[in-house]
Each structure stands twice: as C-alpha cells, then as structure tokens.
C-alpha cells in the first residue's frame, strides 16, 4: 500500500465510493466519511494498516459518534468503544459485543491507486 492511494467503501446501494486517501487515516484515530445516501460510515486505520469502516452513527444514543471512539482489541478482536455510553463495537463486523441485539453496519473496504 502506498500513502497515495485511495480509500474506497462498498455500500449496499452505490458500489465502490471512494472517501479518503490512505495518508489522511492516522493509526488508531477515526474519520467520518458522508455516503452517498446521506449516511456516515466511521473509518479506521488500524496500527497494522488495515482499513476497517462501520456506521458513525451510535444505536444507542442515535449520535453520529463512533469515529471519535477509542479503538483497541479484545480477546484479538480490533474494536471501538462509543465515546458516549462506552459499548464496544467489532470493527470487522459492526457487531456490539456488550449487547448483541444492536450492531452498527460494516462496509467492505479496498485501497485503489489514483487513477493517472
């Protein structure tokens, strides 16, 4: 991967969006990134350099906060804690892991080159 390229989402209904560059995820640090549907997806380098993207918006509080959460992992598990009432999501596949009835989506990421 080069610092070049692009950070592109799948979404349900768009494809392939391209949001940011690589260079501009900082390890462990979130961005929100606006969809084409009006929805936020939370994107996360992780100190690996994988590029991992869920939902911004907290199923419990209804904020769009989840890029300001604190990232880690459990049990191996690279997560992000909601910076407001602190629940843990996995950031593989949006899944809370303190209450398994709520879960933000997750959204398929690539890194592309620029094109020319």
């Known amino acids: 991967m080069r610092t070049t390229d692009l950070v592109q989402l799948r979404t349900p209904t768009d494809g392939w969006v391209t949001v940011c560059r690589y260079a501009a995820l900082e390890p462990a640090c979130g961005v929100t990134a606006l969809l084409p549907d009006g929805g936020q997806a939370a994107v996360f380098r992780l100190p690996s350099g994988e590029v991992l993207a869920v939902g911004n918006r907290d199923p419990f509080s209804g904020a769009g906060v989840i890029a300001d959460g604190i990232t880690g992992s459990v ?42």
């Not at 709520?102 to 080159?113: E, F, G, H, N």
């Open 75 to 116: 049990d191996g598990v690279p997560i992000v804690a909601s910076p407001m009432h602190k629940q843990t999501f996995d950031l593989r596949t949006g899944h809370c892991l303190d209450d398994p009835e709520r879960a933000l989506p997750s959204y398929p990421t690539r890194l592309v080159a620029p094109a020319g």
